[in-house]
């Protein structure tokens, strides 16, 4: 009594705490335009209910997650084991229902004449005039039933429990599933990042280019050393060289995404133009409740906690009287044109066992111990399931808006750089700037180029994180 008191009031903490959860939350609409806020909006809507194949609408993308789907060896694996689940609940179904067997036996005995069967067998005739065979044949065969009476439901919440770990290994494949949809997703989004890299760092090696022509053509004219010369060609070397470094890069993410969609490597598909154009959307929350119906872990958590309960209860039902009925109907005979007379050869028979442990309990003492300590464990992993649940969200949110506002600075310094590197070159060709100001503001305008294009890429990245946090991407 004393476990079950501790349990109820677990159960109330974790009730509770989601409640405290609540107001903190409440419903937030994440947009472009809209401020960092917890609170002040009523739409109920969850980003985490759209299916996501409406959610991504990308057609490459779309594509490259339907076949993780179905080809995905781990996801196969997981498969098996919500199937390997499946299988014990209908094992322990059949556990409370009567088992009815049939077989049949032959034997053949010897025995000796000085044994009571043995004198029986001689001086008693089976007919007039006729002896017991020897040896004895003995040939029988029939039906057997036993039947385990589940009073105290012992059978059946075992049974129970093993439904509510099948219904949490199939969750447990769905939350498998939201990982592996926003696993694929965000190294999708990652190679469409590096074939930007790749154009943008092109592009610069043909401005440098044109800069170490104009250099050299300064050096003949006695305007530059050959210092500036050198220079101008090593930053162009180190640009052509970085191309092989985003090149390697590309292969990498592109084999990355070729195993989780279990194939062996191959070019990924994909349209990387519009990757600067894309706009991490609006994503709603809804309400912190609505996280207990769409996180595929937080219902497994509520599965294996339901589980756990009902092991207590029939590890409880240990410690009372178990009652078996056994019962035989069938034909027993010493010769075939015997075995089928009847009732001659008739013989059936009904036993009733009644079982209670009496002394040296102390393994169904332990089982219930460990039953109780389970269930407890099922209970704080359950709590901290939610409050995981609760953080990511928070931090997605959070990350979507900060992204957004460091990715508009960015492109205004990006604009700004773009602008010098031309106004640089003029002043260069003038003789009213030094090549090192060229120098440098190139590579500057090439490292704020290369930081907004990772910026857009964690503004996706966030954005594909908030519809995992939310539990979407499973449906």
Same mark, same amino acid.
């Given at each position: ?13 974790? !009730?509770? +705490?989601? #409640?405290?959860?609540?107001? &903190? ?22 980003? +985490? #209910? ?38 014990? %609940? ?12 049939? +077989? &049949? ?66 969750? +447990?494949?769905? @939350? ?79 084999? *990355?995404?070729?195993?989780?969609? /279990? *194939? ?12 600067? /154009? ?10 912190? %409740? ?64 009644? !079982?209670?442990?009496? !002394? ?5 003492? %332990? ?5 109780? %300590? ?31 506002? #460091? ?16 106004? #640089?070159?003029?002043? @260069? ?47």
């Amino acid at each position: 009594m004393g476990s079950t008191k501790i349990l109820t009031g677990s159960i109330l903490v974790a !009730v509770l +705490g989601l #409640s405290a959860c609540v107001p &903190a939350l409440k419903v937030r609409e994440v947009r472009q335009d809209t401020p960092a806020s917890y609170s002040g909006s009523t739409d109920t809507v969850n980003s +985490g #209910s759209v299916p996501w194949q409406r959610f991504f609408d990308d057609p490459y993308l779309r594509d490259l997650i339907d076949s993780a789907l179905a080809n995905n060896q781990e996801l196969n694996v997981l498969l098996q084991e919500v199937e390997v689940a499946r299988n014990e %609940a209908r094992a322990r179904k059949g556990e409370y229902l009567p088992f009815v067997d049939i +077989g &049949a036996a032959a034997e053949l005995e010897k025995v000796g004449e000085h044994t009571r069967n043995g004198a029986v067998e001689h001086n008693l005739p089976i007919a007039e005039d006729q002896a017991f065979p020897e040896p004895l044949p003995d040939l029988r065969f029939g039906a057997m039933a036993s039947w385990e009476l589940d009073i105290w439901k012992k059978l059946r919440n075992g049974r129970k429990a093993a439904v509510m770990r099948y219904l949490a290994s199939a969750e +447990g494949r769905n @939350f498998m599933v939201t990982h592996l949809v926003a696993e694929i997703a965000d190294s999708y989004y990652e190679l469409m990042a590096l074939d930007n890299q790749l154009e943008i760092l092109r592009s610069n090696i043909a401005v440098q280019q044109d800069a170490l022509e104009v250099v050299r053509l300064e050096k003949q004219a006695a305007k530059v050393t050959e210092l500036a010369v050198k220079r101008f060609e090593a930053e162009v070397l180190k640009n052509r060289s970085a191309q092989f470094d985003i090149m390697q890069r590309i292969i990498e993410t592109e084999n *990355r995404i070729n195993f989780l969609v /279990g *194939r062996y490597p191959q070019p990924v598909l994909r349209s990387s133009d519009p990757f600067s /154009g894309l706009v991490a959307d609006s994503v709603f929350a809804g309400i912190p %409740a609505q996280l207990l119906t769409h996180r595929p872990d937080i219902r497994q958590a509520e599965f294996e906690l339901a589980a756990a309960k009902l092991d207590v209860r029939a590890a409880r039902a240990e410690f009372f009287p178990s009652v078996r009925l056994t019962a035989g109907v069938g034909f027993n005979a010493f010769n075939t044109s015997y075995l089928l007379e009847s009732p001659a050869s008739l013989v059936y028979g009904l036993t009733g066992d009644l !079982v209670a442990p009496l !002394v040296n309990r102390n393994a169904i003492k %332990a089982a219930y111990a460990s039953a109780n %300590a389970r269930q407890l464990q099922a209970v704080h992993a359950y709590e901290r399931t939610l409050l995981n649940a609760y953080v990511e969200v928070v931090n997605r949110m959070s990350a979507i808006e900060n992204l957004r506002q #460091s990715y508009r600075m960015r492109q205004q310094r990006v604009d700004a750089l773009s602008t010098s590197v031309t106004i #640089s070159g003029n002043l @260069f060709r003038s003789a009213r700037a030094d090549y090192v100001e060229v120098l440098l503001t190139q590579r500057e305008a090439l490292e704020s180029r290369f930081e907004l294009v990772e910026t857009q890429l964690e503004q996706m990245k966030a954005r594909v994180g908030m519809y995992q946090a939310l539990g979407g991407g499973w449906k």
